[in-house]
């Protein structure tokens, strides 16, 4: 495991935790990778609620209400999809925040409008019901790509619950 993973993730347990905050994930490209980082912290049950592994479409649309019409107009790997897959999340679980992440982490399925490395997130706060949706473009290998994804999801989760006076 990754220690800047690790590390990251301890800080956001604590910050979870300090409020009594609940976390849930929606993951897509990285398969449950961020859960997995989080629950590698001994007494993470105390502050992640779920995470849903939603890689096809059809369980975008079953476990987390994301409309179809979203699929077909803006794709899987979208801004908009993952909003809906964060608000989706939020909807079926006990959590105060969720996050989702959908991308195209490879060797294929790029495009030109979604090249390799094209990853939407989405964080979502139900005390303050707003979502903020974010676009990267990270570069490397598949795994490479997948761990640059938790990387980001993770620092702007602790960025959020630490500073939640920027989540307007």
């Given amino acids: 495991m990754h220690k800047l993973l690790l590390t990251l993730a301890t800080e956001l347990g604590s910050a979870l935790k300090e409020r009594n905050y ?29 995470s849903f592994v939603t890689y096809s479409n059809n ?6 209400d994301v409309s179809s019409i979203t699929l077909e107009k803006f794709g899987a790997v979208s801004e908009q999809t993952a909003a809906e897959m964060a608000k989706g999340a ?26 390799l490395g094209t990853v ?21 290998t598949r795994e490479a790509i997948r761990l640059q994804s938790v990387k980001f999801i993770l620092s702007q989760l602790l960025i959020k619950i630490t500073h939640l006076s920027q989540f307007e």
């Fill in 59 to 64: 369980a975008k649309i079953d476990m987390l």
């Fill in 22 to 50: 609940k976390l849930a994930f929606a993951e897509s490209c990285t398969g449950g990778m961020a859960t997995q980082y989080i629950t590698a912290i001994a007494g993470s049950s105390a502050w992640l609620d779920r």
């Fill in 90 to 115: 939020l909807l079926a679980s006990l959590a105060n925040v969720t996050a989702s992440i959908t991308g195209v982490a490879g060797p294929d399925g790029g495009t030109a409008d979604k090249p």
């Fill in 120 to 140: 939407c997130f989405s964080i979502c706060l139900r005390e303050k019901l707003h979502t903020e949706t974010y676009i990267q473009h990270f570069t490397g």
